[in-house]
Structures are given as structure tokens and as C-alpha cells.
């Protein structure tokens, strides 16, 4: 083997360099020198920004999905928020808006039970005040329930008014609550008179009517009828006291085909809705017997047949 061919280099085992000992000692003091040199005279500064400005694109990249995270976070975080806001002034307004309803409720009662009150001392008839509890089951009637029966000396036939006229009449009493039938319903007449003509007639339920109205029945074609005409009890039934407010005249057709005129009225009372009522006293106890029909008179009719 020719000698130029030989390695000269001594093996790795026989290699001596510093120690690491050395190595420690001398990269530590030269960095505490660097970290001197530094704070007293900057020397690393424009270094440092150079690094700064190469590295900044690449921390910008890095820190975007990080920011698009604290962003959508953030985002949600204020949605919910807004949407919790929303749903707490929500429900203050609603809150407030059922407040205000049912002060404007109670207003609007306790003007009726004044008005109720300041009624029944103009009455001369006995009467006492009650509570509509709630409508009757029967769908093909209107009734209602109030909160006075027997023991509190309701009578069936009893009239019924609120602060604006005439309700209906007491067809049923139990021990606490009684029934009462208003007069839309298709089963109660009623005989008024017209405040304006003095002439009387007789007012029905009108079942064919969509909405709560009466209908003045009986009335020839050619009778002084109008719309706006004032309709009173008569008081000749001895069940309703004469001069209570009934209805009021809406529409009046004439047709040639038939004798009677088409007469519809709006009932003054307030029909739907009611909560405080007045039960009268029945006027026919208050009336006096009709004389009885003397005898002669049975006698000379069966002479004469004879």
C-alpha cells in the first residue's frame, strides 16, 4: 500500500481540545459580556429590530388563526350578550305593558262598579250586586253564571242590569249561584217602549244575527220607527221595572212584500265581558192582584146559550 495513501490524522480517541469545563466557562463569560455590553451600550439593539422586521410576516401568519379565534370568540361572546339583553328587556316591557293593562283594568271596573253603585240608589226596586263567575256550557244559549243562588234570596225571574241597562233574567237558581239568560239570547223577549214615540213593542234575541243584537218584532211597516230611537222597559210584563234602558235602534228595513218592518237594535248592556252585575227584585209581587171576574156575568153568558 503506498504511503501517500495513509490517513495523517490522528485517530478520535488521541484528538485533545479544550475541556468542557473550559467551553462553560468561556461561553458563560461571554455571555454575561454580551448582556453587559448590551444594557450599558445597546450594541444588540439594531440586531434585534433587524430580527424584529425579518421575523414579523411570519409572526403575523402565525398569529392570524389565533386571532380569528379570540375574534369569533369574542363575536359569540357579544351575540349572546346582545340576544340576553334583548330577552331581559323583553320581558320588563312585557311585564310592564301586563301592569299597565290591568291598571287600566281595574280603572275601567272600578268606574263600572260606580256607576253600578250610583244605579242601584237611584233604583226604588230592592237589589243587590253580583259577580259573573263565567259563561254557561251550552254553546247554542247565552248565559251566564253568577255568584248569588237561593240562600241569598235570588228568585228565578229576577231582572239582571249592569250600569247600562237591562242583561237578561234569572231562569235558574241553585243554593249558591244562579243562571242567568241575557237578552240576546234567542228565548228572551222583552216589552220596551220608545222613548221618542211612546209607542210600545216587543224585543227579541236575534239568533241570525252574527254579532249580540236584538230585533223589534211586530212593528207595522209604516211604523214611526228610526234609527237612534231609545228603547226602555215598559214594565206592563210585572218582571222589569218600567224606564230601564234596553236598546238602542240601529237599522230599520221596509220591504212591500211584507206587512212587518225589519227592525234591529244593539242592547246598551254590556253583554260580553260583564264581571259586575244587579239583581232586581221581581216588580210582580209589587203589583196587585187583578180583580176577579164577577159571577153574573158566567151566568147570564150560559142563560143566553140556553
Known sequence: MPLGTLDGTPPPFFRQGPSALSKLMFFSALALFLMVADTRLKIAQPLRVALATVLYPVQWTVMQPVMWAQSGGQYFGSLQQAQAKAETAQRQLSLQSQRANQVEQLALENERLRQ???????????????????????????????????????????????????????????????????????????????????????????????????????????????????????????????????????????????????ITCAPLALVTGVRHVMILTPVGPQIAPRPEVPATGSTSRKGLRS
Open 116 to 262: 253600578l253603585l250610583g244605579l242601584r240608589e237611584r233604583l226604588s226596586t230592592p237589589a243587590q250586586a253580583a259577580q259573573v263567575l263565567y259563561d254557561a256550557a251550552d254553546p247554542y244559549s247565552h248565559k251566564v253564571i253568577v255568584d248569588r243562588g237561593s240562600v241569598d234570596g235570588i228568585a228565578a225571574g229576577s231582572p239582571v242590569l249592569d250600569e247600562n241597562g237591562i242583561l237578561g233574567q234569572v231562569t235558574r237558581v241553585y243554593p249558591m249561584v244562579s243562571e242567568v239568560t241575557l237578552i240576546i239570547d234567542r228565548d228572551q223577549a222583552i216589552p220596551v217602549l220608545n222613548t221618542r214615540t211612546g209607542a210600545r213593542g216587543l224585543v227579541f234575541g236575534d239568533p241570525s244575527a252574527r254579532v249580540s243584537a236584538l230585533e223589534l218584532r211586530f212593528m207595522a211597516a209604516s211604523a214611526d220607527v228610526q234609527a237612534g230611537d231609545q228603547l226602555t222597559t215598559s214594565g206592563i210584563d210585572g218582571v222589569y221595572p218600567a224606564g230601564l234602558p234596553v236598546a238602542r235602534v240601529e237599522k230599520v228595513e221596509r220591504r212591500a212584500d211584507t206587512a212587518f218592518a225589519r
